[in-house]
């Protein structure tokens, strides 16, 4: 005889009576979260492109302003909060 048949089971199934509704997480943009950050007024900061390499051949005054973080614009803040729903 199987084992299964000689041990009773549960008499009763306990099932959630109170309906839950969560909704799903959102999932932030991974490719966003790795180039912005948010900051304490809403927006968000970055890094600059083009200050890896090949800075020989640029001013010094163009390699300063691409060391400096960018801040989002007044268009970019809401596409950027819908991509990072939890900041980042």
């Not at 490719?31 to 090949?54: E, M, V, Y």
């Not at 800075?55 to 163009?62: F, L, M, Q, T, Y």
Request: no cysteine.
């Amino acid at each position: 005889m199987l084992l299964s048949r000689l041990l009773p089971g549960p008499a009763t199934r306990s099932f959630s009576t109170s309906a839950t509704l969560e909704f799903p997480k959102l999932k932030s943009h991974s490719g966003t979260k790795k180039r912005w950050k948010s900051i304490a007024n809403g927006r968000f900061k970055r890094q600059k492109a083009g200050a890896a390499h090949l800075n020989v051949n640029k001013s010094p005054s163009r390699k300063n302003s691409l060391m400096q973080t960018a801040i989002s614009h007044g268009f970019q803040t809401p596409l950027l909060q819908k991509l990072l729903p939890y900041g980042s």
